[in-house]
């Protein structure tokens, strides 16, 4: 009998194929079970599926009496109660593999979008007064030759690199403890104290997981620090940055601009934010591409088959 398998969401089939040929998976009619629909029926399944959007706390791991394996669709896993599940005898796995390169790939291209002002360009030129189409109206940053920093120099901070280094940028990160140095001289990186990377940096990246340390990392006092000209992209977690704080900053032209993929309350989004010329807003969307989506769940569905064959499985807790 092939073992039971629960997923949160009605994901597309054909990515989950080999999923599917050796295991029995139920999915919701439409759109994801709501939690008391989960709750109703986890008991009987061994393996669950949530998406980054379901938080999958104590109650359902409770409940879910012989539940074996939390593999999460998403590489951040603050959906889940993870030390909980491991209390449990629960695996929690995630995709770090599938999101690395769609990410960098949006946080550069909001990275472009703000220092070139092409959201602000295009939203102005639909409306009936236009704007001024004169020699130094309205202008932008350049991006070559200057410095950005990353807060989180991990795979995908790297992944940022890379890009940047094609670009022509120099690059300085800020992590808990440098990076292999081989690493560093892949990227001609610099490590810098937190203070140094906000003083220093014309563009700052957020790339870090959302921990209590990571939270509200750039508040009101780290923007104090940053170059009047900066600008700050956030593809990580919202809870990274003070909204407010941020929010300020852009209203009194602080700062140069920002971009934003993750936002505090997602996915309701401060409509401060709504107003402002000086910042590109994005819905959470680092993966939203089709081929990233279907691997992250190539990805899930490796987790559940190595998790059941001995393989190798990026588990969490």
């Given amino acids: 009998m092939k073992k039971k398998v629960l997923s949160g969401h009605n994901f597309h089939r054909e990515p989950f194929q080999i999923l599917e040929d050796q295991f029995d998976v139920t999915y919701p009619s439409t759109g994801h079970f709501k939690k008391d629909q989960i709750l109703d029926i986890i008991e009987e399944y061994e393996v669950f599926i949530p998406n980054f959007s379901f938080y999958t706390d104590k109650?359902?791991?409770?409940?879910?009496?012989?539940?074996?394996?939390?593999a999460n669709f998403g590489v951040g896993y603050n959906n889940i109660d993870a030390e909980y599940a491991?209390?449990?005898?629960?695996?929690?796995?995630?995709?770090?593999?599938?999101?690395?390169?769609?990410?960098?790939?949006?946080?550069?291209?909001?990275?472009?979008?703000?220092?070139?002002?092409?959201?602000?360009?295009?939203?102005?030129l639909r409306t009936p007064e236009g704007?001024?189409?004169?020699?130094?109206d309205n202008p932008g940053i350049a991006i070559f030759g200057k410095t950005l920093g990353i807060y989180g120099f991990g795979r995908i901070g790297q992944a940022v690199a890379r890009r940047a280094v094609a670009a022509g940028m120099d690059i300085i990160y800020h992590n808990r403890k440098p990076v292999a140095k081989g690493i560093e001289e892949q990227y001609n990186a610099r490590y810098v104290s937190f203070?140094?990377?906000?003083?220093?940096?014309?563009?700052?990246?957020?790339?870090?997981?959302a921990t209590p340390e990571t939270y509200h990392i750039i508040d009101e006092k780290?923007?104090?620090?940053?170059?009047?000209?900066?600008?700050l992209i956030n593809t990580s977690r919202g809870s990274t940055v003070d909204e407010a704080a941020l929010i300020k900053a852009l209203k009194n032209n602080r700062i140069f601009g920002a971009g934003l993929d993750v936002f505090e309350?997602?996915?309701?989004?401060?409509?401060?934010?709504?107003?402002?010329?000086?910042?590109?807003?994005?819905?959470?969307?680092?993966?939203?591409?089709?081929?990233?989506?279907?691997d992250m769940q190539r990805e899930v569905a490796e987790n559940i088959i190595n998790f059941y064959n001995g393989g190798v499985i990026s588990k969490v807790n």
């Avoid at 695996?91 to 959201?119: D, M």
């Avoid at 203070?195 to 997981?209: C, K, M, R, T």
Wanted: include cysteine; proline fraction near 6%; aromatic fraction near 8%.
């Fill in 131 to 136: 704007l001024s189409w004169g020699l130094y």
């Fill in 195 to 209: 203070e140094e990377l906000l003083s220093q940096s014309d563009f700052i990246s957020v790339n870090a997981p």
């Fill in 265 to 294: 309350n997602e996915p309701r989004i401060n409509p401060e934010f709504l107003v402002l010329d000086n910042v590109v807003l994005t819905p959470h969307t680092g993966t939203q591409t089709i081929e990233g989506r279907y």
């Fill in 222 to 231: 780290a923007i104090s620090k940053m170059k009047p000209d900066a600008i």
């Fill in 86 to 124: 491991a209390q449990k005898g629960i695996a929690v796995t995630n995709t770090p593999n599938s999101v690395l390169e769609p990410t960098a790939e949006l946080c550069f291209g909001l990275i472009h979008a703000v220092a070139r002002r092409i959201g602000f360009y295009n939203n102005k």
């Fill in 59 to 70: 109650e359902i791991i409770d409940k879910a009496k012989n539940l074996k394996l939390i």
